[in-house]
């Protein structure tokens, strides 16, 4: 690995590269799933290659490259990346490292690295049609050179992804669709629920007790019903003409997530709860409506929603892996919580299994 080597800036890309996605097959249920998802435009997740089972992951090396559109002085470029420097710039940039104690800090790097890594690798050629595997927002993956990070975070993600090198998440048909969020507010949802179609196994729903210790989650918004009508018509699917009458939760997953919102005007929509919280977000920010486990209230020309936490909430929840981190959880104890029946690919040799069996923190909470 040469986490410092200097990217190849590439301003001219091949248009008729075939992607990684195209070149492998992909299970029906996760084709289904992913291609309603990226409709959506909600989900970090994209068709994942699938080797055969338990074969080593030739991917998982420091031989790939990735070329990712990056922003540089203002205007859009797109770098050709080793993996493992591609990896070294997304952790710091998706995930909170200021930790006071660097054991803990070390354990969450460790953590995103292979989360990032496994994202990478299952999603290449996401915006192939574009001419690039990977975008550095939060469609994808945020992406911050390492040339621009404070030394000392540099030097702990540096570290981290040397242990962690080549390590990715599998269900034994290839890198996993590792979703993650910052907050699910006390427990993760299904991908079937939150998006509708078959969902790979490993994308259930699971009890959270550990991001719920964390305080100041809850989130308040509240709109003029007439704000809140002309937000809504600003886009075809969600548009209800000239007024807003009522809207309200048709259903919810058993998180408690709204799944489907029924508005009422001129036009009468069900609406699904993701497509809600983008609309909303398009216009006021991702910061606002901050989840789809919400409560809303209805008065004379306001609406009024408070709900907790924030993201999808499928797959990890960052804000309870950083409370498993400072208890001192191991990296694959917190990843088995988030995705059952998953393991480790490692460089090169066994699979490790993920396993909760063995985690004091949980027997622990369990107890609680």
């Avoid at 249920?29 to 994209?46: D, H, K, N, Q, V």
């Avoid at 959270?208 to 018509?233: A, E, G, M």
């Avoid at 508005?263 to 699904?272: A, F």
């Avoid at 981190?325 to 699979?351: D, K, N």
Wanted: charged share 20%; with cysteine.
């Amino acid at each position: 690995m040469h986490p410092t080597a200097a990217p190849t800036d590439r301003y001219r890309v091949r248009k008729n590269r075939t992607s990684a996605c195209s070149q492998t097959r992909t299970s029906r249920s996760t084709r289904t799933l992913l291609l309603l998802a990226l409709a959506a435009g909600t989900a970090r997740c994209a068709t994942a290659p699938l080797p055969t089972p338990h074969a080593p992951f030739p991917e998982a090396s420091a031989d790939v490259t990735l070329q990712v559109e990056v922003a540089v002085d203002g205007e859009q470029r797109i770098l050709t990346l080793p993996l493992e420097q591609y990896v070294a710039g997304s952790v710091p940039a998706e995930m909170p490292l200021n930790e006071p104690d660097t054991a803990v800090a070390d354990r969450l790097a460790r953590l995103q690295a292979i989360l990032a890594r496994t994202y990478a690798l299952a999603n290449r050629g996401r915006h192939a049609h574009e001419g690039f595997d990977l975008c550095s927002t939060t469609h994808c993956q945020v992406y911050i050179p390492q040339e621009r990070q404070p030394v000392a975070v540099a030097r702990l993600v540096a570290a981290a992804v040397e242990q962690t090198h080549g390590q990715i998440i599998t269900d034994g048909h290839g890198p996993i669709q590792a979703l993650f969020h910052a907050d699910c507010g006390g427990h993760t949802s299904s991908a079937t629920d939150v998006w509708g179609g078959p969902a790979p196994e490993y994308l259930v729903g699971v009890r959270d007790s550990f991001c719920v210790t964390v305080p100041n989650t809850d989130w308040h918004l509240t709109l003029n019903r007439d704000h809140l009508r002309r937000i809504l018509n600003t886009s075809q699917d969600t548009a209800i003409g000239q007024r807003l009458d009522q809207i309200a939760v048709v259903s919810r997953d058993r998180s408690g997530r709204a799944i489907s919102i029924s508005v009422v005007g001129d036009e009468r929509r069900v609406i699904q709860g993701e497509r809600l919280r983008a609309v909303i977000g398009e216009q006021l920010g991702p910061r606002a409506f901050r989840s789809t486990r919400f409560r809303v209230e209805q008065q004379a020309d306001r609406i009024l929603f408070s709900g907790q936490g924030f993201g999808h909430g499928v797959g990890l929840c960052q804000t309870g892996a950083i409370v498993q981190a400072r208890h001192g959880e191991p990296v694959r104890a917190i990843l088995a919580h988030y995705y059952p029946g998953t393991w480790l690919e490692p460089r090169p040799g066994a699979t490790t299994r993920l396993s909760t069996a063995n985690s004091r923190l949980r027997r622990v909470v369990a107890r609680r």
